[in-house]
């Protein structure tokens, strides 16, 4: 049975803002129980989780937000966007609810890499992470296929091709990487481009493209956290994406301890939003074998 969708126009108007280093920053939260962070990929925003928000919501205390220069959030443009300062959003949105208990994760695309950088604070006691699950994202630099726009956008015409991206080629692109028989309706498009124009956002896309390069440097640091934390882990992976599918969880399994991974077949690169039934199975399935699974360090 498929799950109940939030049109955006309504997930907006339940939307809440608080101030992140001079800049306002829209985010969400419903529920009551352990706190659950959702984190977001490029180029969308939180909307990416509205399938999967109420029947979370049910379960968990869930807590999202636009990142900084994503959705309806700021989007300044002398800003040098960094993947370490939207795990400090993280944290100051964790702070300004109060939120004091571990944490869970739930993390896409962009968003993977910002969870990285926090199981690397977890590590260093700076916050206290419960358990952590990925979807398709860039968890190696080595198996992370980006798209031709991509390439573009580091290139140093980056800011032409920014300033220039329309509607269209988001379309083109999420053509490419969505499963071929999941792809979005022209009103879910007119939705995403509608998050990606706010606030002018296509104008700084390549100033957020830096995040490519900036998980290269990152690289050992975070997946040596990934393989000796005692936080648990599992990846649920549309198959047949481009960027991060198949490929990326076969690498996974080389380096990670005791892989815990789902793939999906036929799904692309948004499995949250091609296959929400499927994706909520095998979370609560994680989240309910926790329960019975005390932690354990990997390495020491």
Known sequence: MPLAEIPLSVWRKHGQTFIFRGQAIRYWTAGQGEPLLLIHGFPTASWDWHYLW???????????????????SAKPMNHRYSLL?????????????NVEQSVHLLAHDYGDSVAQELLV???EARIDVASCVFFNGGLFPETHRPLLAQKLLLSPLGWMLGRAFTRD?????????FGSKNR???????DFWSLVESNRG???MHKLIGYIPERRVQRDRWIGAMQCCDVPLRVIDGEVDPISGAHMVERYRQLIPNPDTVLLPGIGHYPQIEAPVQVLKHYVEFRDRLILAPRQVACS
Do not use: W
């Open 54 to 72: 109420q029947p979370l919501a049910q379960r968990y205390r869930v807590i999202a937000c636009d990142m900084l220069g994503f959705g309806d």
């Open 85 to 97: 300062e939207q795990a400090d959003l993280q944290q100051a949105l964790l702070a300004h609810l």
């Open 121 to 123: 604070r977890h590590q």
């Open 169 to 177: 080629a988001l379309v083109k692109n999420f053509r490419q990487i």
């Open 184 to 190: 979005p309706t022209e009103s879910e498009m007119d």
């Open 202 to 204: 296509p104008r700084i």
